[in-house]
């Protein structure tokens, strides 16, 4: 996700656009991505090492982007 | 998430590009977005309602992307 002092105009663009829509109630809208990583081994401690330095150095833009790693079976 | 019919090039390229960054192990990369929407009320039934049908009519393009909605603190 982008990080919170960085400008997201799709996020504004959404939020924007909500109340229009008949929604009403979001103060705030962020746009990010996401992206699902499938192994077919098992998620050890040492996979998920290697997940979150992906992650860090090539998926995400960490001076514009946070970043979460979570397991999903 | 793009559906998994759903040709996915961006996802195709970060897997392609793995190995070559020395990142193993991983059979399948998908890239999709993410939405963060912050209420200031609480996340009752009714706001989480809402927000599926914003999911649906709005944030997803349904016929070529799944969605989920998730709470999170």
Redesign the interface.
């Known amino acids: 996700?982008p990080k919170p002092e960085i400008l997201d105009p799709q996020?504004k663009a959404?939020l924007g656009?909500?109340p229009r829509?008949g929604?009403t109630?979001?103060?705030?809208?962020?746009?990010?991505?996401?992206?699902?990583?499938?192994?077919?081994?098992e998620i050890t401690p040492e996979?998920l090492a290697?997940v979150e330095?992906?992650a860090e150095?090539?998926?995400a833009n960490t001076v514009i982007e946070n970043f979460t790693v979570r397991v999903e079976q």
Not at 25 to 41: H, N
Request: charged share 25%.
């Open positions: 996700m996020g959404v656009a909500l829509l929604f109630g979001v103060s705030s809208v962020r746009q990010g991505k996401r992206f699902e990583l499938t192994f077919d081994e996979v290697q330095k992906m150095t090539f998926l």
